[in-house]
């Protein structure tokens, strides 16, 4: 109801001043704007349809550094979260990178600092900090290696060492240890607060409303939600594992527009929510209203590019060859 009012209103205000009249005309206006400056527009998976709509390419966070990284345009136009536009731009130094809604955050990527990866390195000097993409820039520059969570398990098993320190999510590396025992995961408290909160409650209210429907998560989820799934992976994984099971119904457990995005893409199968909690405000804070906004000029651009002292790039850098590099 409420986004129903903010869409009608920004509608209102659209139409008075720059003559757009209904929701397709802002999408072609977004669409002939990227053309004419040579923009690419990438979405998380997590961000709304309106937006899937009118990128050029929609991945997990790890397809997106790739495309960043591959797109010829000079400019890319990121809408996500500053995490996932960070590492876009630590892959195309020379690309200009805009974070469309500046202050969309990943509250997991705060919760660890530098100083102390510093204060354990100090005191565990020979074992590797592997750091999950959602972090900042500026904890990437004292890890060794990033993992996404479609790379975490191959990346961790690929290392040399036999402890590890793996931050911040304590429910992927709770994953992680269990999918490579050989290793000695130490791990923090830590995580995501979204999908961090899903129960076994939830699994069960899902399951007595749809049962044997297959439950497909995320590893953020908690163990215990993830010891009752059918499928473990990361978005895009938990997408093509839907898309290509002769199942015609899916509980998923991850953020709800990952069920919104397959029910387009497969109209002749059913996809249910785990719980409707699994909404990350932070990937729901950009609208097409901020995407035509930073477009046409009128938004704010300085406060959305993505820079980065040359150090901190120099050293971020490196946590992300070396993901590339064992993943
Ligand atoms: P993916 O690596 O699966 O894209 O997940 C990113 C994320 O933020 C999950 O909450
Ligand atoms: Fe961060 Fe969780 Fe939102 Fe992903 S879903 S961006 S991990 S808060």
New binding site residues.
């Given amino acids: 109801m409420v986004m129903l009012m903010e869409q009608s209103s920004l509608m209102a205000i659209l139409a008075e001043e720059y003559g757009i009249k209904s929701p397709q005309e802002l999408a072609e206006a977004i669409r002939r704007m990227k053309r004419e400056q040579d923009v690419c527009l990438l979405a ?3 961000e709304a349809r309106e937006i899937v709509e009118v990128a050029d390419y929609a ?6 550094s790739v495309m960043a990284a591959k797109a010829p345009q000079q400019t890319l136009l990121l809408c996500g ?1 500053r995490f996932m536009a960070e590492t876009a731009k630590l892959l195309s130094p020379d690309k200009t990178v805009y974070l469309t809604s500046p202050t969309a955050g ?1 509250p ?1 990527a705060e919760q660890f600092s530098p100083e102390a990866v510093r204060r354990y390195k100090q005191e565990h000097p020979d074992v590797p900090v592997v750091a999950y ?2 972090t900042t820039a500026a904890l990437k520059t004292v890890c060794d290696v990033c993992v ?3 790379s975490a398990v191959k990346i961790v098993r690929a290392l040399p060492q036999k402890r590890i320190l793996f931050i911040p999510d304590g429910n992927l590396g709770h994953y992680v240890q269990q999918m490579v025992p050989d290793k000695v995961i130490d791990l923090f408290p830590g995580g ?1 607060p ?2 961090g909160a899903v129960t076994p409650a939830d699994v069960d209210k899902a399951r007595s409303a749809h049962p044997g429907v297959p439950l497909l998560v ?1 590893p ?1 989820c908690p163990p215990a939600v993830v010891a009752l799934a059918d499928f473990v ?6 997408m093509e594992y839907a898309k290509k099971s002769d199942a015609r119904e899916f509980l998923i457990g ?2 709800i527009s990952i069920a919104e995005h397959l029910q387009y893409d497969c109209p002749e199968k059913r996809f249910y929510p785990l719980t409707v909690r699994l909404i ?1 405000p932070d ?1 729901k804070a950009t609208t097409l209203a901020d995407v035509y906004a930073l477009l046409s000029g009128e938004g704010d651009r300085a406060a959305a590019q993505i820079t980065m002292d040359a150090e901190t790039m120099r050293l971020a850098r490196r946590c992300i060859d070396e993901m590339i590099r064992l993943g």
């Fill in positions: 998380h998976s997590y991945g997990d966070s790890f397809q997106l979260v990943c997991m993409v959602n996404t969570s479609s995501c979204i999908h995320h953020e992976g990361s978005t895009s994984a938990i991850t953020e990350c990937m």
